[in-house]
């Protein structure tokens, strides 16, 4: 049976979309099915328009990527989550979706499903990886098992060798160049491997 992987994120001006999209990729390159699922803005258009690029990437996804909900989790067999750094945890639109999903956890939904995570900060050293560390958190409430790239491949040094997820430094104002994206479809075909294994 294939594994069945939900890539779930947030993303405000595209960079975490983009990484989303390729992880989505390569679970799918993994024989997984994928569902790929942005969780629900929370932010005042005020805000939204304040920031052109966040106001167009916003408008570009509302009809192509489906919002997430309660059932995409029940459904997957394992999961991948990212978001932009925000002081270097996890931003409030992914974190108001997590929260949501204490029924399932006391349902033993999460138990022993694979999970990982991937992040963009502006900067190189903009809290990336405490951001991934603080999402894993929530994969240990869950008890899943986690599945970091680590440094399985040589591709990830070309992308910044973060053992923890594929990330991004977003500063450069340009999205994530070849590698990171190479980094993340290799990510998101690990994650399907082993939801592969565990499943058998």
Not at 40 to 56: G, H, K, V
Request: net charge negative.
């Amino acid at each position: 049976m294939s594994a069945r992987v939900a890539v779930i994120y947030y993303s405000a001006t595209g960079n975490v979309h983009q990484l989303a999209q390729a992880v989505a990729d390569g679970a799918a390159a993994g024989n997984a099915d994928v569902r790929l699922r942005r969780v629900p803005e929370l932010a005042p258009d005020s805000a939204i328009d304040a920031n052109p690029a966040w106001r167009a990437h916003v408008d570009a996804t509302k009809d192509q990527v489906p919002e997430a909900t309660l059932e995409d989790l029940e459904w997957a067999s394992a999961y991948a989550f990212g978001t932009p750094t925000r002081f270097g945890n996890v931003s409030s639109q992914l974190k108001q979706f997590i929260d949501l999903t204490g029924g399932l956890w006391q349902a033993g939904a999460f138990h022993n499903k694979p999970a990982t995570g991937f992040t963009s900060a502006m900067n190189r050293h903009g809290g990336q990886e405490s951001t991934l560390l603080s999402m894993y958190n929530v994969f240990y409430h869950w008890g899943c098992v986690i599945v970091p790239p680590g440094y399985t491949d040589p591709l990830l040094f070309a992308a910044g060798g973060n053992p923890y997820g594929t990330s991004w430094p977003s500063g450069g104002g340009e999205g994530p160049d070849g590698a990171t994206l190479e980094a993340a479809r290799y990510q998101g075909r690990h994650l399907a491997e082993i939801a592969t294994r565990v499943q058998s």
